[in-house]
């Protein structure tokens, strides 16, 4: 009963046609990513087995570093993930946004439903059975569409960055075609990252309440700060709306397949009747349910998305208000140094090293904050138009079906 | 049934078949009303007194109406059923009762077709020639309906009183239209009194809606919200239906008490339908022993059409009550949907104003808008899946217990025919052994018994044939009436999807602009 394989060869797909708007290109939420010769990766097939999925990394190269022109890898997600935390931790990068990492490939619910499928086999006839094993095995399989298209946008991301497209890392991760020996953090890893990160916390909270000279950044602090929570909020909004939505297509199901059960008792007009309306409702369950699907593609995964970019654009924030701290920090100390004639060849040091590393982290700031809006504009058009076009296309095909069917059950009463 | 053949007297003992007796059990025959005429007044205040004087006539021509030898349910009547047996005796005396009779009934229908020979007061026979015609014709023209819910008093006293409004063309009302004033256990009332009437005949009558302590003291202590409001409203249209049902019935329609219930300002109210009244109680034990009593009975039916049809309805009836489980749980989720559109369209809204991106924050202003207008779609869309579909299928869940009942009937009168012969054949055993003891005088008695109760067998035989085929045929209209419910309400419901889902696609279209103008 386990899917244990899909092939997501581009155009190859042979799932129901779910996600196949998606399959041209990168499945990327983020819509200007050059995708020019010198860099293509993607990933072009996924293994699902009990606890981890497999990626294949593909990629596509021109550039001299490589050893092949094309070649392929694969990855689990851990590694993905120690990827993304070696560009936190490179202070070499602190002026840019890292992408965010992708979240975990999370099975365990529906998981857990096709179990309780098969526990309830007995009690539901071989047809409702059939259906609802088809409905959750699509539910499966759109959940893995989902995770790969996350982990290979986290890679266009930073295969389109100038910057960090050219880490070593990355070319190793790309390139390497052993396990990369990653293993995920043990507990007392995770304890450790535990306390960084309330310890960044607070430390954010004290550098963000240091007022910034440049109205750029601090206009985009506020901005920021608001946008993020918005977004979450409207995250969890979203997700919420579009649970009701696929219960309400899972009742639509059912009633089909009782009005099913009720006209095959016999063949009277009524049954006959019942039987129309039942495959009515069979076609418009599966419209509704992909509306719903659409809706979580379009909307609160892009919603997700800029969510966690927001956040990385916040985080870049706070490096730079950090960094500013520091040269603030040196300043004084240069100062007192100078005042007192002592040290003061070490604190002018000191003074440079935190200047430069201030003015570096504000100039590619500046940058990457303002192509931050552009991606996200583009991608929210892009995204929209699609959800509304998607709306227009399913309402419309809902729309046939009814009245086609109307029109016939008109014409026989 | 060509209203000729009433006309004419009915045919002769000898030639009589079942088919008299289907057409008599039918038509608002004003023949079988006259039987009782000149018959049975003392059994008539021997049966259910719970009209006013006036009516008490118009009862049995009722209860005539639907079962020509109706009068063997007035048990209480020592008269041996040896009246009824002949009902074409009766028939022959009813152009003498009838002049005597005819009292200023409210039931102007009464006075029989062979009139002419007979003084009547001289509005009948116009009246009656209308009558019949109309009885002709399948549609019905009559209308009712139940509107302007309100509450009256306050407190735990308070209730809500419905407007019923009649609209008819049928002669045998006073006006054409009127209305009254009615509260719901006067709705409960008049099922009483036909269920009394004419469940024992194997009719089907419609149940009303069910009572609801919680709902109606929510009303009562005057909370002023929207489940309140829908629990009226939902209440109002169950019992315009109910009304719409009733009337549709040939045989109920003709019964004085729902002719009452329409016309009458001022009906008195009906203590028996009080949840906690002793009434009430009893009626509860008397529903529990006759459940344990329909365990046991089966009948060794000739006739397998009633053993299959029984069946039929038992296994609708359980799919019924799936599907209405199911389309409770829709109609849940669209409600759930429809508040989580709401709150996400504000959280958009709220998106939308933190943008800075002036395009983009307007197109997600707009989008918060669609999905605002979105929300309301969905609200009407779960209100027409309640009130359309739900209430469909509860009404007619009701409707099939209610059919369960009728079949039940015929078994009890199959049973009361049974045991009467068995009864018959201890009497005789008792006379074969009167006559080896010889005892004259006890044996007398015994032959007497043995007549009395040969007349009952003979009388319960009939009793049940005549039910089987009352029950056939009510059967029978039953299913029609429901394939034409449900086949209109069901496209009610799609033409209700496809104006939502028309409204969906000009809500998008509209946005779609927006969205492609981000820039």
């Known amino acids: ?413 | 049934m060509a209203a000729s053949s009433r006309r004419n007297p009915p045919p002769l003992p000898g030639a009589e078949n079942q088919d008299p007796l289907s057409e008599m059990a039918d038509e608002d025959s004003d023949e079988g009303e006259d039987i009782f005429v000149g018959n049975s007044n003392p059994v008539a205040e021997a049966f259910q007194p719970d009209t006013a004087n006036g009516e008490e006539p118009a009862d049995l021509f009722s209860e005539a109406e639907t079962s020509t030898a109706a009068n063997s349910y007035i048990t209480n009547s020592k008269s041996n059923g040896v009246h009824s047996d002949n009902e074409n005796d009766l028939f022959a005396e009813v152009s003498v009762e009838l002049s005597m009779e005819n009292p200023s009934t409210t039931a102007k229908s009464s006075g029989a077709e062979f009139t002419p020979s007979l003084t009547l007061s001289a509005t009948q026979p116009e009246s009656m020639e209308q009558l019949e015609e109309e009885k002709d014709e399948d549609s019905f023209d009559m209308e009712v309906a139940v509107t302007n819910p309100e509450k009256i008093g306050d407190g735990m006293n308070a209730y809500m009183a419905y407007k019923v409004s009649t609209r008819t063309t049928l002669p045998m009302f006073r006006n054409r239209t009127f209305s009254v004033w009615r509260r719901f256990s006067d709705f409960l009332g008049l099922y009483e009194k036909l269920s009394v009437k004419h469940s024992l005949n194997g009719c089907i009558i419609p149940p009303p809606p069910e009572k609801s302590v919680v709902g109606m003291t929510k009303v009562k202590v005057g909370k002023d919200d929207s489940s309140s409001a829908d629990f009226v409203e939902r209440r109002r249209a169950a019992l315009e239906r109910y009304l719409q049902r009733v009337v549709c019935h040939p045989s109920l329609l003709q019964d004085p008490d729902v002719r009452e219930f329409l016309e009458r300002d001022e009906l008195p109210r009906a203590v028996g339908t009080h949840t906690l009244s002793g009434a009430g109680f009893l009626k509860m034990i008397n529903r529990a022993s006759d459940a344990v009593s329909k365990m046991t009975i089966k009948i060794s039916d000739s006739d397998a059409w009633f053993d299959n049809k029984l069946q039929e309805v038992e296994s609708e009836e359980l799919q019924l009550r799936k599907l209405h489980a199911v389309v409770d749980s829709l109609v849940n989720h669209r409600k759930e949907l429809c508040g989580n559109t709401a709150v996400f369209a504000k959280s958009m809204a709220m998106l939308g104003n933190s943008e800075d991106n002036t395009a983009l924050s307007r197109a997600l202003s707009q989008l918060a808008e669609v999905e605002d207008k979105m929300e309301t779609l969905h609200q009407e869309q779960a209100a027409s899946d309640f009130f359309i579909l739900a209430e469909l299928l509860a009404d007619y869940i009701r409707l099939l217990g209610a059919v369960r009942g009728c079949f039940e009937q015929r078994m009890k009168t199959w049973q009361r025919w049974q045991e009467a012969q068995s009864t018959l054949q201890k009497k005789r055993e008792v006379e074969a052994k009167l006559l080896w003891a010889n005892k004259p005088d006890k044996l007398q008695q015994a032959k007497e018994e043995i007549t009395e109760w040969e007349g009952k067998v003979t009388q319960y035989e009939r009793d049940f044939d005549r039910i089987s085929v009352t029950v056939r045929k009510e059967f029978l209209r039953f299913e029609k009436e429901k394939s034409n419910d449900f086949k209109s309400q069901i496209v009610k419901y799609l033409e209700s999807l496809l104006q939502s889902q028309q409204r969906h696609v000009k809500f998008w279209e509209a946005f779609l602009p927006e969205a492609k103008a981000i820039a």
């Open chain 1, 1 to 413: 009963m386990w899917l244990t394989h899909v092939v997501l060869c581009q155009g190859l797909d042979d799932g129901p046609d779910f996600l196949s708007e998606e399959d041209r290109g990168p499945r990327a939420v983020n819509v200007d990513l050059q995708t020019d010769a010198t860099l293509q990766v993607d990933i072009s097939d996924a293994l699902s087995e009990r606890d981890k999925v497999k990626f294949t990394v593909h990629t596509k190269s021109t550039l001299p570093n490589f050893k092949q022109n094309e070649f392929s890898v694969v990855r689990q997600h851990e590694e993905f993930i120690w990827l993304h935390d070696s560009f936190v931790e490179n202070e070499e990068y602190a002026g840019y946004i890292i992408p965010p990492a992708p979240p975990r490939p999370d099975f365990d619910a529906s998981r857990e439903k096709l179990q309780k499928l098969g526990e309830g086999e007995g009690s539901m006839t071989k047809e409702e059975f059939t259906k609802m094993k088809q409905e959750l095995e699509a539910e499966y399989l759109a959940i893995f569409k989902k995770t790969v298209a996350m982990h290979e946008v986290f890679l266009c991301r930073v295969a389109a960055h100038p910057v960090l497209r050219k880490d070593l890392n990355f070319h190793v991760f790309l390139e390497y075609n052993q396990d990369l020996s990653v293993r995920g953090k043990n507990k007392r890893e995770k304890m450790e990252d535990f306390f960084k990160n309330v310890v960044k916390s607070a430390d954010g909270v004290l550098v963000a309440g240091v007022k910034d000279v440049d109205d750029f950044f601090e206009h985009e602090k506020t901005f920021l700060l608001e946008y993020h929570n918005r977004v979450k909020d409207a995250s969890a909004k979203s997700d919420r709306m579009i649970r009701s939505h696929k219960s309400a297509a899972d009742d639509i199901n059912r009633i089909a397949s009782t009005l099913y059960t009720l006209g095959t008792q016999d063949s009277t007009d009524v049954c006959k009747f019942f039987l129309k309306v039942s495959e009515l409702f069979e076609k418009t369950r599966k419209i509704e349910a992909r509306v719903a699907a659409d809706e979580d593609l379009k909307l609160a995964d892009l919603l997700k998305y800029y969510l966690r970019e927001s956040q990385a654009a916040k985080d870049l924030l706070y490096r730079r208000g950090r960094a500013l701290v520091d040269y603030e920090n040196a300043n004084k100390a240069l100062d007192r140094a100078r005042a007192k004639n002592k040290d003061v060849l070490q604190a002018e040091t000191s003074q440079q090293v935190c200047c430069q590393k201030f003015e570096k982290i504000s100039e590619s700031a500046k940058q990457e904050l303002i192509d931050f809006k552009t991606r996200r504009v583009a991608a929210f058009r892009k995204n929209l138009v699609e959800l509304a076009e998607l709306e227009l296309k399913h309402a419309k095909g809902n729309l046939q079906l009814l009245q086609s069917c109307l029109g016939v059950l008109k014409g026989d009463t």
